[in-house]
């Protein structure tokens, strides 16, 4: 099978090149990994599309990862990734992280979910989707903007290709995008109208058979797995569970055994809410928390927090300054 995919356009970048020895540039190939199953996986390299069987020798490899392989197609050795999403994905260069500006809006959502793509090593920006559907965009905004000076937010219709705009300098020729957010946040809606061509017959270009990886207009690549779209925090440590102690007392009170803390009657939080008696922001970092751990099928899964945007691009911030000026 012949490609018409360059590594550039499969996501090559510098990084990789200077883990490349004298034999693997005159004699050796280069791959990427577009999916896997549990008994092999899918690669892709400027010569085609090829499988690898899994065995006992096989490293683990992820979707995103790049490897060095012989004329064959056997594999030589993996390497190092710039950015990894533990056991799920590696090489994602930036990450939109969505929350909906309506009444899903959560910024302890948003931290959780600063804090993993932190963790992993990949660049964060904060889209919020539905401006249209919200008066108070520019102060739910503000109130993410101070999660930390550098951070790049954007506030979106993600159904208007206009409105989108604003995401262009992320989306260049190479660059590899993935998105995290809860259900209705506006993630599909995205994918569909940036992937959308001023020819509407055009097909998508998918990285391979899976589709994956698939190829914007823009020229950058989108990893899109269902493990990326339902990451998940684990479990509760002891130390989360000894910050929400008090919490965990209270629940003691509820009048029904399983309540869930949203408008219950007899629910001893909220009424500790009602009385100002506990901050309103540590029982929904404790709420997304519980609900993550005991309940799979909650609408809003929580994902995790902090800060780590090794490049916020000058214009980005240019842009930011001038608007506050």
């Known amino acids: 099978m012949t490609s018409s995919f360059t590594l550039l356009d499969l996501g090559w970048q510098a990084y990789f090149q200077q883990q490349l020895s004298l034999d693997d540039l005159e004699s050796n190939r280069i791959a990427r990994i577009c999916s896997h199953n549990d008994s092999q996986y899918e690669l892709i390299s400027e010569f085609g599309l090829f499988t690898l069987d899994k065995s006992l020798n096989t490293p683990n490899m992820l979707v995103g990862d790049w490897v060095v392989t012989d004329a064959d197609n056997g594999l030589l050795r993996t390497l190092d990734a710039s950015s990894t999403f533990d056991s799920i994905a590696a090489n994602i260069d930036t990450v939109f992280i969505m929350c909906a500006l309506n009444q899903d809006f959560n910024l ?101 058979d899976s589709g994956v990886l698939k190829i914007m207009p823009s020229g950058a690549i989108l990893l899109d797995t269902q493990e990326m779209r339902e990451l998940q925090l684990k479990e509760f440590d002891s130390s989360t569970i000894a910050n929400f102690a008090d919490l965990i007392s209270l629940e003691d009170h509820c009048r029904f055994s399983d309540c869930h803390h949203q408008g219950e009657p007899g629910c001893a939080i909220q009424k500790a809410l009602d009385n100002k008696e506990v901050d309103a922001q540590r029982v929904a970092e404790f709420l997304l928390l519980k609900n993550e751990d005991n309940d799979s099928d909650v609408k809003q899964k929580s994902k995790p927090q902090e800060k780590f945007y090794r490049s916020a691009q000058s214009d980005i911030r240019a842009r930011k300054h001038s608007s506050a000026e």
Not at 146 to 162: C, F, M, R
Not at 163 to 189: C, E, H, Q, R
Request: net charge negative; hydrophobic share 45%.
């Open 108 to 208: 302890a959502l948003i931290k959780r979910y600063l804090t993993l793509t932190h963790d992993a090593q990949a660049d964060a920006v904060v889209v919020l989707t539905k401006a249209d559907q919200c008066d108070d965009a520019s102060e739910k905004r503000a109130q993410v903007e101070k999660l930390d000076p550098l951070l790049i937010v954007e506030t979106v219709n993600a159904l208007d290709s206009d409105s989108l705009s604003v995401l262009t300098p992320f989306l260049k020729k190479g660059k590899t995008i993935a998105l995290l957010g809860a259900v209705g946040s506006g993630k599909s809606a995205l994918i569909n109208t940036l992937m959308k061509t001023e020819d509407d017959a055009s097909p998508v270009q998918m990285i391979g």
